[in-house]
T-cell receptor, first 107, second 115 residues
Framework: DIVLTQSPGSLTLSPGERATLSCRAS???????LAWYQQKPGQAPRLLLY???LRPTDIPDRFSGSGSGTDFTLTINRLQPEDVGVYYC?????????FGQGTRVQI | QVRLQASGPGLVRPSETLSLTCSVS?????FSWIRQSPGKGLQWIGS???????QYNPSLRRRVTILGDTSRKQVSLRLTSVTAADTALYYC????????????WSQGTLVTVSP
């Protein structure tokens, strides 16, 4: 299995700041098969980015992604109170589909 | 836009079989079951695609069956010989064929394994 390790485990920032979340894979992941999700308390995860940096149409451009190979990054610019939650990376480049353990963002 | 609704018993006895149904409003394509243990992360259980072979997480393969009924627009999950470790919030989600991301999720349905 491809293990995805996210860091930091949690971070606390102020509104307007930038959050940088890391996802490191135990082996190389095709960039097309790396996605990010946001999970707010009591809700199902919500797709934020796919193919490492592509945004669904309903996701604001404050959310951006980068990376390749084994290292991927989710950046949240201009943090807002509604960005509180846990963020997960996910890969589908190899079976089984796996998720990182999550990064908790508090504001 | 597809809408998904997961349903099933909230309580299952140890050693029995957990059965859940995902009802799909929209086109049938590829759907995955994912679970989240209390306070824990996300674990992919397996997927069904119309016309394809189900895929399973090797860690659960011996106990899992995922089937689809395109006429009723439902995807079912069966997990046999459950233990307390199978207590979790269970989600179904639509999986994109090309990129493998999960773009629509059901609400979670909590299944507790307890005597």
């Amino acid at each position: 299995d491809i293990v995805l390790t996210q860091s930091p485990g949690s971070l606390t920032l102020s509104p307007g700041e930038r959050a940088t979340l890391s996802c490191r894979a135990s082996q190389s992941v095709n960039v097309n098969f790396l996605a990010w999700y946001q999970q707010k308390p009591g809700q199902a995860p919500r797709l934020l980015l796919y193919a490492a940096y592509l945004r669904p149409t309903d996701i604001p451009d404050r959310f951006s992604g980068s990376g390749s190979g084994t290292d991927f990054t989710l950046t949240i610019n201009r943090l807002q109170p509604e960005d509180v939650g846990v963020y997960y990376c996910q890969q589908r480049g190899a079976s089984p589909l796996t998720f990182g353990q999550g990064t908790r963002v508090q504001i | 836009q597809v809408r998904l609704q997961a349903s099933g018993p909230g309580l299952v006895r140890p050693s029995e079989t957990l059965s859940l149904t995902c009802s799909v409003s929209g086109d049938m394509s590829r759907f995955s079951w994912i679970r989240q243990s209390p306070g824990k992360g996300l674990q992919w259980i397996g997927s069904f695609s119309d016309g394809g072979t189900p895929q399973y997480n090797p860690s659960l393969r011996r106990r899992v069956t995922i089937l689809g009924d395109t006429s009723r627009k439902q995807v079912s999950l069966r997990l046999t010989s459950v233990t307390a470790a199978d207590t979790a919030l269970y989600y179904c989600a639509r999986e994109n064929f090309a990129y493998g991301f999960l773009d629509s999720w059901s609400q979670g349905t909590l299944v507790t394994v307890s005597p």
